[in-house]
């Protein structure tokens, strides 16, 4: 069984830094590639930036770019999301997800191409 556990999130100023890491105990599933989206308050989950397990290509939405980098560690249990430069309209609860290796496809800013989620981790920038 999969399982995705969250952790780094907190309250933070208007261009601080944090990290969020993302602990993943596979089972005897797979994964392609893990991602980060997020929620913020009356908003829709969007995509944030993902990483493929295997190559670690990289993946970001347009309003993290330049401020936000993704990382895996070689043994591909820990996600890491390095947020930088943050900005109050970045206060969101964050989900790490995971598509399944047995998707032939999977387009990483499409929600419904992951099939395992964590708990969230809330994240909040004051001005």
């Known amino acids: 069984q999969v399982q995705l556990v969250e952790s780094g999130g907190g309250v933070v100023q208007a261009g601080d830094s944090l990290s969020l890491s993302c602990a993943a105990s596979w089972g005897t599933s797979s994964a392609y590639v893990v991602g980060w989206f997020r929620q913020g308050p009356g908003k829709d989950r969007e995509f944030v930036a993902a990483?493929?397990?295997?190559?670690?290509?990289?993946y970001y939405s347009d309003f993290v770019k330049g401020r936000f980098t993704i990382s895996r560690d070689p043994a591909k249990t820990m996600v890491t999301l390095q947020m930088s430069n943050l900005k109050p309209e970045d206060t969101a609860v964050y989900y790490c997800?995971?598509?399944?290796?047995?998707?032939?496809?999977?387009?990483?800013?499409?929600?419904?191409?992951?099939?395992?989620w964590g708990q969230g981790t809330q994240v909040t920038v004051s001005s």
């Open positions: 990483i493929t397990l295997l190559g670690a290509s990289q």
């Open positions: 997800a995971a598509a399944s290796g047995d998707r032939s496809e999977v387009k990483v800013e499409e929600e419904s191409h992951y099939d395992y």
